[in-house]
């Protein structure tokens, strides 16, 4: 029997903005956003980066705290301006010219001139329509297949130098990767940090020269891959998969990080690239190179709590400009 085609509803409520993702960037474009009376809708699937930061000392005015309470009081600041948070995971956004005749009757935010809109569709067949679209959903780590790493991770194993290099001081630190950027971040946080490093280079053969530079740093340049994490409570050792075991109190991972953007995969040819090909290209207010959408946080910028939050606001700020300029034509 041929299986029902699951029909896809378009939400009547319109949207002056729809938010992928609930982190930091998303949730401070809201509380601006609404705070300019927007009405605004975040969709998040859970989970997220700064949920497993489990010790935040660089946001100014916490001296210490952990992401899952930087985002729980960020949703209650969200909600007590009027912000519309819905556990849901977008699967792709389409963009639309509105003809006339199709422009909502319950939509006074939205001009019914012809004019683009956004559709936002969530798995499970949910379609949101908005003017704009801040596109705020983070991105996830590449980390090494490691025995215990839920046990350590963000207590003693950390993937960045912004967010936890600083935990490293007078540590025993080991420094996992497998490229050059590893060696330079090793001496990195020999200047910062720690002498007593040691650099597992998994898969990675660098460039003639460089081993002896390390070695004349003092620091130890190893090729194997990290197997376990051994400890009582605290770390103690990683094991290779050579079986050798070096003692060490913290471990700093460096495979790089995936951005979470399957879902704009429809819209690649509209949306341009950085020189480095990787992340998003956008102007100083984050709006990318197709209007009305725009891009926060390490998809486009840099991958840092408080900056991903300022980022939203800007976005915010000019998305909200626009809108007023909208209205006065
Ligand atoms: C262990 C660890 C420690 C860290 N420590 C610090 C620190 O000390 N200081 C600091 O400044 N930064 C720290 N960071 C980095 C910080 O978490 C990021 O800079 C921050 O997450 C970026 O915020 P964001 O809002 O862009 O993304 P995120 O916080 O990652 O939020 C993105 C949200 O989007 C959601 N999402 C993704 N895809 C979809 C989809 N398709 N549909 C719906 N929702 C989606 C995710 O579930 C998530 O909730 C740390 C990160 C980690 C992993």
């Avoid at 977008?90 to 939205?110: H, L, Q, T």
């Avoid at 953007?261 to 819209?267: H, N, S, T």
Wanted: glycine share 10%; net charge neutral.
């Amino acid at each position: 029997m041929e299986a029902k085609k699951k029909e896809k509803k378009i939400e009547s409520a319109s949207y002056d903005c729809v938010i992928v993702g609930a982190g930091p960037g998303g949730l401070q474009a809201a509380i601006y956003l609404c705070r300019y009376g927007r009405d605004v809708l975040v969709l998040d699937r859970g989970g997220g980066r700064t949920r497993h930061a489990k010790r935040i000392e660089n946001f100014l005015t916490h001296s210490i705290i952990s992401g899952r309470e930087l985002i729980e009081k960020g949703l209650a600041q969200a909600a007590r301006f009027g912000a519309r948070v819905e556990r849901k995971t977008v699967s792709s956004i389409g963009v639309k010219n509105y003809p006339a005749e199709e422009a909502p009757e319950e939509a006074p935010k939205i001009p019914t001139q012809e004019g683009p809109f956004f559709l936002t569709e969530t798995a499970g067949g949910g379609l949101y329509r908005s003017r704009t679209v801040i596109v705020s959903s983070g991105a996830r780590d590449v980390l090494p297949r490691i025995e215990n790493l839920a046990k350590y991770f963000a207590l003693s194993f950390f993937t960045c130098v912004d967010c936890d290099g600083y935990r490293t001081r007078g540590k025993k630190t080991a420094i996992l990767g497998n490229s050059e950027g590893t060696l330079r971040l090793a001496l990195a946080i020999k200047r910062m940090y720690t002498k007593d490093l040691t650099v597992v280079l998994d898969d990675y053969a660098p460039p003639p020269g460089y081993v002896d530079e390390m070695n004349q740093e003092g620091i130890e340049v190893l090729f194997d891959s990290p197997a376990s994490l051994l400890g009582e409570d605290e770390l103690r050792w990683l094991e290779l998969k050579s079986g050798r075991r070096i003692l060490c109190e913290a471990v700093l991972s460096n495979y790089g990080y995936r951005l979470n953007d399957a879902f704009l995969e429809g819209l690649k040819d509209r949306l341009k690239r950085d020189s480095t090909g990787l992340k998003y290209q956008t102007n100083r207010h984050f709006e990318s190179s197709l209007p009305g959408l725009y891009i926060v946080g390490p998809l486009a910028g840099s991958d840092q709590a408080i900056i991903a939050a300022g980022e939203g606001a800007m976005a915010a700020m000019d998305i909200n400009k626009k809108l007023i300029e909208m209205y006065s034509d």
